[in-house]
C-alpha cells in the first residue's frame, strides 16, 4: 500500500517508514504539512500517518483539510505525545501515543488497511456517460457495453476517480501493476492509448486523456466550447 507519513522529526519518519517498508508498503515521507497538502492535491493515498506535532502545518490541520476538500475517504492513523488531549472529532480513524513500538504500529497500520479493504465495493460508480461496475469488471458508454481488459478497467477507474488530477507514473504502477518498476515503459502507454480509443477519451467526446512529460497522465473534463 502506498503510505503518506508526517512526522514531527526526521528520526522518527525514518523510523516510521523503515517499518512500514519492511512490511511491503511503499512510504512517502513528507518534512512539513504544507509538502503534504500539495502532494495531496494530485497525488492519492491509501493511509495517512499524520504527527500532531508537525511542523508548519500539524497533523490535525492535514486531517481537517483531507476530511474537507478530498472526495475519496483516506484512513488516516494519528499520532500524539503522552501530554495531548485526545483528538475532539473523529477525522482520525485511530490514535496512539508516541513513542510507539515497531510491532504496535504495524498491527494498527494492518487493522485500518484491513478495514478499508472489506468496504462493500459500489455496485455502480457513474461518471456522465461513463458506468463502471467493479464488481464485474464492466463498463457502459452511452449505455453500450465496451469489452476492456482487468488492467484496462482498473487503469480506466484510476483515472475517472481523480478526473483533472494529474497522476505519476509511479503511482499507476503502484495501484494497478502492484509494483513501482519491473514493467516495460510502453505498456503503460500502452494501456493508455487503448482506453483512449476504446472509450472515446477524446475532445470531440468531451474528454482529454493527455500525457504529462517527465510524470505521468491526467483525464480531464472539457466543457462545451473548449478545444
Not at 43 to 56: G, N, S, T
Not at 138 to 164: D, P
Not at 180 to 203: E, F
Request: with cysteine; net charge positive.
Amino acid at each position: 500500500m502506498r503510505i503518506a507519513v508526517l512526522e514531527e522529526t526526521q528520526a522518527q519518519a525514518d523510523f516510521v517508514c523503515r517499518t512500514l517498508s519492511a512490511a511491503g508498503h511503499t512510504c512517502h515521507a513528507f518534512d512539513d504539512g504544507h509538502s503534504l497538502v500539495r502532494q495531496l492535491r494530485s497525488q492519492p493515498f491509501d493511509l495517512l500517518v499524520l504527527d500532531r506535532h508537525a511542523p508548519a502545518l500539524s497533523g490535525d490541520e492535514v486531517l481537517r483539510w483531507v476530511r474537507q476538500t478530498l472526495a475519496e475517504r483516506i484512513p488516516a492513523l494519528l499520532m500524539g505525545r503522552v501530554s495531548d488531549l485526545p483528538p475532539q472529532d473523529k477525522d482520525a480513524d485511530d490514535y496512539i501515543v508516541k513513542p510507539v513500538s515497531a510491532a504496535t504500529l504495524l498491527a494498527r497500520v494492518g487493522m485500518l488497511l484491513r478495514r478499508a479493504q472489506r468496504e462493500p465495493v459500489a455496485e455502480k460508480e457513474v461518471f456522465g456517460e461513463y458506468e463502471f461496475e467493479p464488481g464485474a469488471k464492466r463498463v457502459h458508454v452511452r449505455g453500450n457495453a465496451v469489452t476492456l481488459t482487468h488492467k484496462e478497467f482498473e487503469l480506466a477507474l484510476l483515472l475517472f476517480k481523480h478526473l483533472s488530477r494529474p497522476l505519476s507514473r509511479s503511482h499507476i504502477l503502484d495501484a494497478i501493476w502492484k509494483q513501482a518498476a519491473g514493467i516495460p515503459s510502453r505498456t503503460m502507454d500502452t494501456h493508455v492509448s487503448m482506453l483512449r480509443s476504446k472509450l472515446g477519451l477524446r475532445p470531440e467526446n468531451g474528454y482529454r486523456l493527455m500525457p504529462i512529460y517527465g510524470y505521468g497522465y491526467r483525464l480531464e473534463r472539457i466543457e462545451k466550447g473548449e478545444s
